[in-house]
């Protein structure tokens, strides 16, 4: 055999493993440029400051967002059916501050934990519902869940809470690794992770999330329970809103019902930056754990700056921005292929 | 004509039908959908349901299938009375349904799209391996190649629908519905289906094949059922009913032979081109491709999938800009840079894919009509409602859109009359050229004629048309040149007359000789 020939084979053969790639990875793109954004973060900033990557920071990095990344699980849930769940925030607020004055009463923390993750589960219920069944937009019936729990929040009380029960204190010690730290509530974060990772893609009910977002009238003609998803997904992100009540109360000490204005949008904003489609049908669990760790990093270097906090929300804006139009491009250019 | 009784079956007439019908009847309101139908199927058979659109094949498909419930009448399935009150119910008896648009989801990988909801578990989770493994083997049963692993969007729709198939038979299947199967496959394609289809036939399972297309009923098919307004006309072998026989059993009027139109222009290339363009490359699609269209004139585009057909047509109607070629309007040469401007110069697209590109399904025949009027004329110049009312009904009589009522949503409108609505849309504005791709795809062969005809009436009216299809009896009915496309370039042009459909066929389907 010729040398040509062998060549020619060869190429063909990384022609068809790249189209296999491509045929096989192309949703992956968008978290893939997570990864690459996350990397380059850090490393920038490790060469700009010189002691950014310090296990101080990187430690810091997992215990300051615990909260955000379990909102971001519960997020990715409801945006890969193409809704949105604008009630994260203030369903945080409300099972946090609840918790927080159920334990200042003298209940046992026993009882109040799962209380708390009820009650961010009943608004998620109520929210899923709503969509499911009176065939409101997501974005209203969120809404009407964020006015709900912000609203309960404020009933519960007015003002800050503390909280000094030990076992709130205990999640959030810092357990040494070396140099390194980890909390419980970043142990809670990482578990809440893991088990949606393999809820979304080792289970009936994660294939059907995907399915729903790929296209709900053919999932039904499929004979897959469309209605029990849908409202599922919003239970899941109610619940992980109680946990991340939760975990934030462990880690400010106190419950406050003006904790997490704005949250929501953060939320969705990692989300998005992790590689989950607005649109729905494609998105992972784990691309929005990086979108935590992009979000937190950004953070934490304008902080180093000594720069305002607001220039965080600037920054995340520009980079949602470019993921969406790279998203739009991706999408456009796999249905181009058909 | 007698119906045929089973034991003109010939070999299976000892065999007791599969699927069996009897007094079918199924109302909406005051409409009779189905009408005391009886209908069965054999084992091993290719049987095809025939009927124009609202003749009730749906009703009827829907009735064996689970979707819908009979009102009357009884199902037997291998001779034990049924009834299936979900699809899913009818699927676990062995009826599988492959539905016309392909129903499956673009966004997740093919072993997904076969076992959604069945998917093999270990330990409580989904075995995605096992999963990908059993989908292969499936794949392979159908001799196709396809990575059970790949995104489903990124394949061919000829693909998609073998998936479909797929997903079909990956229970035990006795009985397969396959609904418009090849309304969007090429020859080739179809051809693989067919294979597919005897290869099922052989193993003993019942087919029903429903399709607009005569010739693949005849070539495929061993047995017809003829519906009309929702009652059975009969039953017949496909061997001894002759073509002419069906269409007058399905219009159940004699068919007024497509009325061959007096062809106007004919020289080869027309003297005075409306438009004439040259050299038009655009990637990916086509490459250098020549057309000239006179006023008057139809110019019928024949091409495989993939030839270019569509590409040539978004390129000459400004919906893609092509990166090379020159486009003349009226001897002056122009640049189309966006629909918009191209109807400025009077020159419309209507789009392969009525559906999704063309109507908004959930407004109003009237809405739909005046939408595009309304928008060439800007937002600040509403057409007042009694001028658009009278401009509606006049289309809606002019081209025969039935039910006529202007406040119809279109969604709930046959194939063939949502086309007719397309149509009148781009007409109330006035057009010079009219580009019309696939204009009769999926609608039954009544409204297909009207079609062709109105078309034919345009150009006779000096309307220049282009009339893309790919069933190439029809580009030669109504074209009076046909352009032959082949891998993106216009290999030929030349009068209908001088065609029929067997030397098409030989020119569409030549393989283009190497370039020196």
């Not at chain 1, 945006?79 to 046992?108: E, H, K, N, R």
């Not at chain 1, 607001?310 to 520009?318: L, R």
């Not at chain 2, 019928?300 to 040539?312: F, H, I, M, N, Q």
């Not at chain 2, 697209?349 to 739909?368: A, C, H």
Request: charged share 20%.
């Amino acid at each position: 055999m010729s040398t040509t020939d062998t060549t020619a084979r060869q190429s063909t053969d990384v022609a068809t493993t790249i189209s296999t790639f491509t045929g096989r990875y192309v949703s992956l793109l968008p978290t893939f440029a997570a990864i690459t954004i996350l990397i380059a973060l850090l490393v920038g900033a490790e060469l700009y400051f010189g002691n950014f990557l310090t296990p101080r920071n990187v430690s810091a990095l997992l215990l300051d967002n615990a909260y955000l990344m379990v909102l971001a699980v519960g997020m990715t849930f409801v945006i890969v059916t193409a809704g949105i769940d604008l009630s994260v925030g203030s369903v945080m607020a409300f099972t946090g501050i609840l918790g927080a004055s159920l334990i200042a009463s003298g209940i046992p923390v026993i009882i109040v934990i799962p209380v708390m993750l009820v009650a961010g589960a009943a608004i998620g219920l109520l929210i899923g519902v709503l969509v499911q069944y009176f065939n409101v937009q997501p974005f209203i019936a969120s809404l009407a869940g964020l006015f709900l729990g912000r609203g309960l929040a404020y009933v519960v009380s007015l003002n800050s809470i503390r909280v000094e029960d030990p076992v709130l204190v205990w999640m959030r010690t810092r357990i040494p690794l070396g140099d390194f730290y980890i909390a419980p509530t970043g142990i809670i974060a990482i578990f809440t992770v893991i088990i949606g990772a393999l809820v979304m893609h080792f289970t009936r009910f994660g294939r059907t999330v995907y399915a729903v977002g790929g296209s709900e009238q053919s999932t039904r003609l499929m004979g897959l329970n469309v209605a029990r998803t849908k409202v599922m997904v919003y239970v899941i992100s109610g619940l992980c809103g109680g946990l991340a009540g939760l975990l934030l109360t462990a880690y400010t000490g106190a419950g406050y019902p003006r904790n997490g204005i704005g949250t929501e949008l953060d939320v969705i904003a990692v989300v998005v930056i992790g590689g989950t489609l607005l649109t729905g049908g494609r998105g992972y669990v784990l691309g929005s754990m990086i979108g935590v760790f992009v979000f937190g990093t950004i953070k934490t270097i304008i902080s180093f700056m000594g720069a305002e906090q607001s220039w965080t929300h600037i920054i995340v804006g520009v980079l949602l921005l470019v993921f969406v139009v790279v998203q739009r491009a991706i999408v456009s250019r796999s249905q181009q292929k058909e | 004509m007698p119906l045929s009784s089973p034991c003109q079956y010939g070999p299976v007439d000892a065999v007791k039908p599969i699927v069996e019908l009897e007094g079918a009847t199924v109302r909406f309101g005051a409409f009779t959908a189905l009408d005391g139908v009886d209908f069965r199927m054999f084992p091993g058979e290719v049987h095809s349901l025939m009927g124009e659109n609202g003749a009730g094949k749906s009703t009827l498909i829907k009735a064996i299938t689970g979707a819908l419930p009979l009102e009357s009448g009884t199902l037997l399935i291998d001779g034990d009375p049924v009834t299936f009150p979900t699809p899913q119910a009818a699927q676990r008896a062995g009826i599988s349904t492959v539905n016309q648009d392909v129903d499956l989801l673009a966004n997740m990988s093919v072993a997904e799209n076969i076992w959604l909801g069945r998917e093999p578990r270990r330990f409580g989770l989904v075995d995605n391996r096992a999963m990908r493994h059993q989908a292969r083997e499936v794949l392979n049963s159908l001799a196709v190649d396809i990575d059970p692993a790949s995104i489903l969007g990124g394949h061919s729709l000829a693909a998609q629908q073998l998936v479909a198939i797929a997903r079909a038979i990956s229970v035990d299947v006795k009985v397969l519905v396959l609904d418009e199967p090849t309304s969007s496959l090429d020859t080739d394609e179809v051809a693989e289906l067919f294979r597919v289809i005897r290869d099922f036939k052989e193993r003993g399972v019942a087919i029903l094949f429903v399709s607009h297309f005569l010739d693949q009923v005849y070539e495929i098919c061993d047995r017809v059922t003829v519906l009309r307004d929702g009652a059975r006309v009969g039953e017949y072998l496909t061997t001894e009913l002759l073509r002419i026989d069906l269409v007058q059993k399905m219009l159940g009027r004699d068919v007024a032979e497509f009325a061959a139109r007096e062809r106007v222009i004919e020289p080869d290339m027309p003297a005075d081109p409306f438009l004439s363009a040259r050299g038009i490359t655009s990637t990916p699609g086509i490459a250098d491709a020549d057309v000239d269209i006179a006023a008057g004139e139809v110019l019928g585009l024949a091409g495989l999938l993939g030839s270019g057909r569509t590409e040539l047509a978004r390129a000459l109607t400004g919906v893609d800009r092509p990166e090379d070629g020159i486009l003349r309007i009226e001897n002056r040469e122009k640049r189309l840079n966006s629909p918009r401007q191209a109807l400025s110069l009077g020159v419309v697209y209507s789009p392969e894919n009525r559906r999704t590109e063309g109507l908004v399904p959930e407004l109003s025949i009237q809405e739909n009509i005046v939408l595009a009027l309304q928008a060439q004329r800007g937002v600040m110049r509403r057409i007042p409602t009694a001028r658009q009312r009278e401009l509606v009904i006049s289309w809606i009589d002019a081209l025969g859109i039935r039910p006529a009522d202007p406040d119809r949503k279109v969604r709930t409108l046959s194939g063939g009359n949502q086309q007719k609505v397309m149509l009148a849309r781009l007409l109330a504005l006035s057009p010079r050229l009219l580009v019309l791709d696939e204009p009769t795809r999926g609608i039954d062969v009544g409204a297909k004629v009207e079609i062709q005809n109105l078309v034919g009436d345009l150009a006779d009216n000096g309307l220049a048309v282009v009339f893309i299809s790919a069933e190439l009896e029809e580009v030669l009915r109504v074209g009076d040149r046909v352009a032959v496309l082949r891998n993106g370039r216009v290999a030929e042009t030349l009068p209908a007359d001088s065609l029929n459909a067997d030397i098409l066929l030989a020119l569409v389907a030549q393989p283009d000789l190497p370039e020196a």
